[in-house]
């Protein structure tokens, strides 16, 4: 079976300008949680998604938005670019809205977005 | 708000055993992970404590203490493979919240 995928795997973009990252979680698994890993750091929780609807946000600006699609796949948006937003996106699926030791996030292997 | 704390880096032996300790504060609690990360790649999970105690996998430990707010990482027989980052993370509600990392180096 498929991991978790994301597209695209890097990124250049420049101050002010918007992106789309997307995510196609495991077959199977109905929540999608986005986070943000800068270099050196653990990942920070900014979204989480299940059955197409926001359950969770983590403390992130208004610039940042998510969605959910119908077949569980997700996008994350951010306008407004800033430096600070540079940054590897990570995606994890689940089969549960809550983790737990038979359903813990999966990772994909993120977009590393560089902002100039 | 959430603190998780682990040490920045360790170095250990091929062949010998390392512990990886975490200390937490948080808000909410449904259960401390410990992910894996190599350099470049995804977050791979390794263990999960919900519960008081040590849990078993193979060459990997892993142990809670949820009156102390601790929990460690005990990996035996280290190998090569095993260099990377230890990601600490307590589940609260929907959220992981994790630690900064812990870059383990295994020497020959």
């Known amino acids: 079976d498929a991991g978790v995928t994301q597209s695209p795997t890097h990124l250049i973009k420049t101050r002010g300008q918007h992106v789309t990252l997307r995510c196609s979680p495991i077959s199977g698994h109905k929540s999608v949680s986005w986070y943000q890993q800068v270099l050196g750091q653990g990942p920070q929780f900014i979204f989480q998604?299940?059955?197409?609807?926001?359950?969770g946000r983590g403390n992130f600006p208004d610039r940042f938005s998510a969605r959910q699609f119908p077949n569980y796949s997700s996008e994350l948006n951010v306008n407004a670019l800033l430096l600070g937003d540079s940054a590897l996106y990570l995606c994890?699926?689940?089969?549960?809205?809550?983790?737990?030791?038979?359903?813990?996030?999966?990772f994909g292997d993120g977009t590393r977005l560089s902002i100039l | 708000g959430q603190n998780i704390d682990q040490p920045t880096e360790m170095t250990a032996t091929e062949g010998a055993i390392v512990q990886i300790n975490c200390t937490y504060q948080?808000?909410?609690?449904?259960?401390l992970f410990w992910y894996q990360q190599h350099a470049g790649e995804a977050p791979t999970f390794l263990s999960y404590?919900?519960?008081?105690g040590l849990e078993e996998k193979g060459r990997f430990s892993s142990f809670l203490s949820r009156s102390k707010g601790y929990s460690y990482l005990l990996l035996k027989e280290l190998q090569m493979k095993d260099s990377a980052s230890y990601l600490c993370?307590?589940?609260?509600?929907?959220?992981?919240?994790f630690g900064k990392g812990t870059s383990l180096l295994v020497t020959p």
């Open positions: 948080t808000s909410g609690f449904n259960g």
């Open positions: 993370a307590v589940g609260s509600g929907y959220a992981l919240n």
């Open positions: 998604y299940y059955e197409k609807e926001e359950r």
């Open positions: 994890a699926s689940s089969t549960q809205l809550t983790q737990g030791p038979d359903q813990p996030q999966h």
């Open positions: 404590n919900v519960l008081d």
